[in-house]
């Protein structure tokens, strides 16, 4: 008798398996997507259910060894231990608003930009909801560098991993009510990635940035209220970084030293403020024409999550072109993408092998350890990350563009945490991958190896 897939997962979900984490990934049937994908994770909420108006499911919970506790220690030489955060609403600005600029913290922090020596461009904000075609004077301005209206980057950005096949992992506006499912996933494939935190819900969520710091992943600014920063003034962009990077080292001891910009909306006014404060921009990698944007955040507002697989698709198609590693956008703010993420763009990702891509955190991919992402811990004098160099003069080739009426071809990428990654083990049968992780010993493993060998026999 041949065993089918539906009864093998049936087999796999009894209670002797409970203690048992495994994973049977089925190759995806492409009449479902139109997209060949290389597996997909057996408990994935089905695509026809990631959709603008997908029911609202139970917000996800840590696994048991993600908890954090005050005191704990992360993994990182020197790090200081996990704080006993408690949020005062009075201790932080009005969340999701762009914090007032009179405070004393505020005053300080512009005070020390002025001091750093780095001169600030006097180019004016950008108006509107900083598209191109709202402003046209400044999206023919090449000497701006402004990344929204042509993708210009400055040899400071940090847009690509050094190595071929590489994929610099980040998810952008969290931590939200979904990012434990992300956090679940990513350590029982033994990923790290790049978290670009948003202020105003780090001081929301903050056991859940703890979990994330102490889990091994990067944490970076994303500021404190997700604006398009050209078109803020000087010191408003001093707040919104500023109360963000306050917030991550309140909460998680740390304090980052690098950022990304909410759109990628980065212009050479904004790249000078950010390293003046010690903050490195990561932006997420683009090749003359495209942008390593998966584009899942639009599925909250109707593009459909077939459409952002074959983006996702196409950036790996791309990305196998080129010389170096590469940077992708991605998002944990909504339950469409984190499902999207956890159900079918990492397990494709993670059971290719023609070629094979190594996911890590951003940091990791720079062949960085960990600590040098945060101020506390960075002992390398030499670190790009931390360099507080103005940026440079040199615009490098622009690569797309953003349409006219303001929408984003792009969003944000990521800056890295030192990762420990394993990718599965993909079968050599073309319409099945198998990825086991952390089999128990004893009669368990004898049992699940029995299953194994019942599921590949269907295929002799």
């Known amino acids: 008798m041949k065993l089918d897939i539906s009864t093998l997962s049936t087999i796999l979900s009894l209670p002797v398996f409970a203690t048992t984490a495994y994973a049977i990934i ?111 004077e400044a999206a023919a301005d090449k000497s701006r560098c402004w990344w929204t209206c042509g993708q210009c980057t400055r040899p400071t950005d940090i847009t690509t991993c050094p190595d071929k096949f590489t994929w610099g992992l980040s998810f952008d506006d969290g931590p939200s009510e979904y990012t434990p499912d992300l956090l679940d996933y990513l ?42 920063l050209t ?73 459909s999550s077939i459409s952002v697989l074959q983006t996702f698709d196409k950036i790996l198609d791309t990305a196998s072109t080129l010389n170096t590693g590469f940077i992708v956008l991605a998002h944990d703010l909504y339950q469409q993408t984190v499902d999207l993420a956890i ?14 891509f190594n996911l890590q955190s951003i940091i990791s991919c720079l062949h960085k350890p960990l600590g040098d992402a945060y101020v506390e811990t960075n002992s390398n004098s030499t670190n790009p990350i931390s360099s507080a160099a103005a940026p440079g003069t040199v615009t490098s080739t622009p690569s797309g563009s953003r349409v006219a009426g303001g929408t984003s071809v792009g ?25 086991i992780h952390q089999l128990s010993n004893g009669w368990q493993f004898a049992l699940s190896i029995v299953v194994i060998i019942a599921w590949s026999s269907y295929f002799l």
């Not at 919104?240 to 006014?269: C, H």
């Not at 394993?422 to 990825?435: C, E």
Request: hydrophobic share 35%; aromatic share 6%.
């Open 231 to 303: 078109t803020l003034s000087n010191e408003q962009i001093i707040a919104e970084l500023g109360w963000t990077r306050e917030a991550i080292k309140q909460i998680t001891g740390v304090s980052p030293n690098t950022m990304r910009p909410p759109y990628g909306d980065i212009d050479d006014r904004v790249r000078a403020i950010a390293m003046a404060m010690g903050m490195t921009p990561i932006i997420w990698t683009g090749t003359g024409t495209d942008s390593f944007d998966t584009n899942d955040w639009h599925i909250p507002s109707g593009q």
């Open 187 to 228: 350590d029982v494939q033994q990923i790290k990635s790049t978290f670009f935190v948003v202020g105003s819900r780090a001081v929301s969520r903050p056991q859940t940035l703890q979990a994330e710091h102490l889990a091994g992943h990067q944490i970076s600014v994303h500021t404190w209220s997700h604006p398009s």
């Open 343 to 356: 159900g079918y763009v990492l397990p494709d990702a993670l059971a290719r092998r023609n070629p094979q």
């Open 411 to 435: 969003s944000s990428a990521a800056a890295a945490a030192a990762a420990t990654t394993t990718t599965t083990a993909a079968s050599g049968n073309t319409n099945s991958a198998l990825n």
């Open 26 to 136: 089925p190759r995806q049937d492409p009449a479902a997507t139109g997209l060949d994908l290389a597996s997909t994770n057996p408990t994935a909420v089905p695509l026809a259910s990631i959709t603008q108006g997908a029911a609202t499911q139970v917000p996800g919970t840590l696994a048991s060894n993600l908890v954090p506790t005050p005191g704990a220690v992360p993994p990182i030489p020197g790090a200081p231990a996990i704080p006993n955060f408690v949020f005062s609403a009075g201790s932080f600005p009005a969340l999701d608003e762009i914090p007032t600029i009179d405070s004393p913290q505020v005053q300080q922090w512009i005070q020390e930009v002025k001091n750093s020596g780095i001169q600030i461009p006097t180019f004016a904000p950008t108006t509107g909801t900083a598209g191109c075609a709202e402003n046209p």
